[in-house]
């Protein structure tokens, strides 16, 4: 009965994390469980859980991490930093107002220093990404080539 529980706890994280992380224990558990039905002593049914459990872990997540859940979609953030943006509307943090149009999609903005307050259709210069908004600084065109 105690091997069912474990089953059926060991499932019920791996059903909650989608993680692949406890599924070897749960077929452990259920050797373990079968080798209860058929009336082995205790001392092999946790041999059989330790050695089915490590034993799939070991052959199987290498394949399972490379095969399985590999669509990540990519967003290429990071590679904004930097990149000189439009504003579109006046950017104000106190007011909490701010938006840029970067690669066909609106951004919020907020500027780096609380005092900046930047109009439409000024340049910016994107600083850092935080969240779903873009923190940017005025930018000169002028001071760049200096």
Not at 18 to 40: C, E, K, Q, R
Not at 87 to 104: R, S, Y
Not at 115 to 134: N, Q, R, W
Request: with cysteine; glycine share 6%; net charge negative.
């Amino acid at each position: 009965m105690i091997w069912l529980v474990l089953f059926i706890v060991f499932l019920a994280i791996e059903f909650a994390t989608v993680g692949l992380t406890t599924i070897w224990l749960a077929a452990g558990a259920l050797l373990a469980m079968l080798f209860s039905v058929i009336g082995l002593d205790l001392v092999w049914q946790v041999a059989a859980f330790f050695i089915a459990s490590f034993t799939l872990l070991v052959f199987t997540r290498p394949f399972a991490v490379k095969y399985i859940n590999v669509k990540h979609e990519r967003t290429n953030c990071d590679g904004m930093q930097g990149k000189i943006v439009k504003i579109t509307e006046k950017v104000d943090n106190l007011a909490q107002t701010g938006m840029a149009v970067v690669n066909g999609i609106e951004w919020t903005v907020r500027a780096r220093e609380d005092e900046d307050v930047m109009e439409p259709g000024m340049l910016a210069k994107v600083v850092e990404i935080s969240g779903v908004k873009l923190i940017v600084e005025s930018y000169n065109k002028e001071e760049e080539t200096v």
